[in-house]
């Protein structure tokens, strides 16, 4: 085993614009912001993205691949915001 420190990998870096900031901001102020019309915003995008009909939002890739293998369907396309 090497005892030669490890090369640092950095984080990248987000682009988050003041639109961005905005947006959260709006959605926060909503009184019942996890009920919302935003809600299935992010779906919706998820799709156009994808060139889908149907888009799915999950909260992390454990929940991701829970829900990939309920079906064997599911095509998985992962979509960057910039």
């Known amino acids: 085993m090497s005892s030669e420190p490890l090369p640092f990998l950095p984080y990248d870096r987000q ?3 003041e639109g961005d900031i905005a ?3 709006e959605v926060l102020r909503c ?4 009920q919302g019309l935003a809600v299935p915003a992010l779906p919706q ?6 060139s889908e009909h149907h888009g799915l939002a999950v909260n992390s890739t454990f ?3 829970r829900v990939r293998g309920k079906t064997n369907r599911l095509e998985i396309h992962v979509c960057q915001s910039n």
Request: glycine share 6%; aromatic share 10%.
């Open 15 to 17: 682009t988050i614009s």
């Open 23 to 25: 947006a959260v901001v």
């Open 31 to 34: 009184p019942f912001f996890t």
């Open 45 to 50: 995008a998820v799709a156009t993205k994808a």
């Open 63 to 65: 929940s991701g691949s």
